[in-house]
């Protein structure tokens, strides 16, 4: 059995469904009682260093996982967890970690970095690529900050502004220990770590839209469910076309799901699940137990809206409950926010909408122009640029080309949806992926 420690700075969920797709039992322990019946610690952790280390002495942790590794038992870090094995950190000040893991966490401060994803390298060092062994030459980089490997002055990886990078760590070492940045990037400007696009922007992914009604591939003009197009009947032949172009996110609407108010899709998700993607899903996800449902048939990422919006603490609940694996959705017409399939609206700016939401502990937000949805006019760049100078957007409605996706790169968003236009054969796919420096895996 698994233990999953809980101390208040863990995103929990994420972990469990993580272990769920292995099928791989684990309990949720609060404090450091009753783990005779542990294999394994998993030790998850978001935010900053010092307060962490605050809950896990209050909850009686750190003697606790201190004492577990001394005993040679097995202990995974996870994220911020992983650096709560170090010696410390000097992320806002000098804390003490647990001292499992030898180094201090250090900010790079000015270097750069690859974003969040795969990444084509070419390495400086004398060192044999990933993959020269035969298994492949793709590097992933969980972090944009690493720690610096023990016995070098060199963080894990520097990126130079071009296509070269340092392999973590000297001759024999593994990869840097992944560390979350300790601050937001400022909104509309360049993320902390990301790399340039080919004009100097940041890079921006790209997700590929699969539509679904009736079991089929469609798309709705402005949201209109009378003004249908069907592009085909075989979801997972769609989504292989765009793996095959190079793609690795997929934005996934379960059009019908959103028209019933429940999902009926889910058996087209778990299936879409074996493809590799990170999966991006909403529509019709208006309970608890239908989030939970898609997140078990695969969605990597769930979209909510109308529930959200039924009475003012379910935000913060379904916060706590979901963390980063639910991102809002916030579905503009008119000018105003629209739930219930885009047929209702709230009265509410999407202005006032994300500061509200923001309050409850969400830091990106799905925000789709419904008027321009699938008309390949063009997205509604005013609304992106001003929600995306507070805000983390991805960005869905209107995308035509590949001008519309630099605009929207270039204002801020930090991800966008095409869907028309690539089926219409006025995207080119691999083209836009290049264009956009691939994928973040977020």
């Not at 577990?68 to 202990?75: H, I, K, S, V």
């Not at 991102?327 to 926010?337: E, F, I, M, N, S």
Request: hydrophobic share 40%; proline share 8%.
């Amino acid at each position: 059995m698994i233990a999953l420690v809980d101390y208040g700075a863990g995103n929990l969920e994420n972990v469990r469904r993580g272990l769920r797709r292995l099928g791989r039992p684990c309990e949720v322990f609060s404090r450091p009682e009753g783990l005779e019946g542990a294999d394994l610690i998993l030790l998850p952790g978001v935010g900053a260093f010092g307060p962490a280390v605050a809950s896990l002495r209050e909850t009686g942790w750190f003697d606790a996982l201190a004492a577990w590794a001394g005993a040679g038992r097995p202990l995974l870090g996870i994220c911020l967890g992983m650096q709560l094995l170090c010696q410390g950190s000097r992320e806002d000040g000098d804390h003490r970690g647990l001292g499992l893991l030898e180094g201090t966490v250090e900010p790079l401060g000015t270097a750069r970095c690859p974003h969040m994803g795969w990444n084509r390298v070419r390495w400086t060092r004398d060192l044999p690529p990933p993959g020269a062994d035969g298994g492949g030459g793709g590097v992933l980089l969980l972090r944009p900050r690493l720690r610096p490997a023990p016995g070098t002055g060199h963080p894990g990886g520097v990126h130079r502004g071009g296509p070269d990078l340092h392999r973590p760590g000297g001759a024999g070492t593994g990869a840097g220990v992944p560390v979350p940045p300790g601050a937001q990037r400022p909104r509309g400007g360049p993320a902390p770590g990301g790399p340039p696009g080919p004009a100097g922007g940041t890079a921006m992914i790209l997700f590929p839209a699969i539509d679904l009604d009736g079991g089929r591939v469609v798309r709705l003009e402005g949201g209109d469910f009378d003004r249908p197009t069907d592009y085909g009947g075989d979801p997972l032949e769609t989504a292989r076309r765009f793996r095959d172009c190079g793609a690795t996110h997929l934005h996934v609407v379960d059009l019908q799901g959103a028209r019933e108010g429940a999902p009926r899709h889910l058996k087209v998700l778990e299936r879409l699940g074996g493809l590799g993607f990170f999966l991006q899903f909403g529509g019709g996800l208006r309970t608890p137990e239908a989030i939970r449902a898609a997140l078990d048939a695969g969605a990597d990422r769930v979209l909510v809206g109308s529930l959200l919006f039924r009475d003012p603490d379910q935000p913060a609940r379904l916060r706590e409950t979901f963390g980063e694996a639910l991102v809002p959705a916030v579905d503009v017409k008119g000018g105003r926010v629209a739930v219930s399939g885009w047929r209702e609206t709230t009265g509410r700016t999407p202005e006032e909408t994300l500061v509200d939401l923001a309050l409850a502990g969400y830091g990106r937000f799905f925000v789709t122009a419904v008027d321009r949805d699938g008309l390949l006019g063009g997205p509604d760049l005013d609304l992106y640029r001003t929600l995306a100078k507070r805000h983390r957007i991805v960005a869905a409605g209107g995308v035509s080309g590949l001008g519309d996706l630099l605009a929207l790169r270039d204002l801020g968003a930090e991800a966008a949806v095409a869907g028309r236009a690539l089926y219409e054969g006025r995207l080119d796919l691999p083209r836009a992926l290049e264009a956009l420096e691939g994928s973040d895996v977020w």
